[in-house]
Nanobody, 124 residues
């Protein structure tokens, strides 16, 4: 019954910004770490960012640090990923995921529930 639904992807130019959203239902949202992952063509799914239930901890993959910001609104059961200064190498399908099984999770194996993804394409 857990459902994660991503939105906000699209086709944008290099240097522009996007905000991805992930609406969650069927879980105690505030008790879950939330994460963002991406899967680029020809590459494996990799970690992008994660955030703790009370937002007092965040983690980022090195290539997005300083450009992307993860946040959450527990009242709306929604996690966000604001992506600034987008580059062509950011092109990927972006997935949100949740877990309450691990502390400070930064790998896909630690996440339990996954959304269907939203596509981000950054043109040069």
């Amino acid at each position: 019954q857990v459902q994660l639904v991503e939105s906000g992807g699209g086709m944008v130019q290099t240097g522009s910004s996007l905000r991805l959203s992930c609406a969650a239902s069927g879980l105690t949202f505030s008790s879950n770490f939330m994460g963002w992952f991406r899967h680029a063509p020809g590459k494996e799914r990799v970690f992008v960012a994660s955030i703790s239930g009370n937002s007092n901890w965040t983690a980022y993959e090195d290539s997005v640090k300083g450009r992307f910001t993860i946040s959450r609104d527990n009242a709306k059961n929604t996690v966000y990923l604001v992506m600034n200064s987008l580059k062509p190498e950011d092109t990927a399908d972006y997935y949100c995921a949740s877990t309450n099984r691990y502390w400070y999770p930064v790998s896909a194996r630690e996440y339990v529930y996954w959304g269907q993804g939203t596509q981000v394409t950054v043109s040069s």
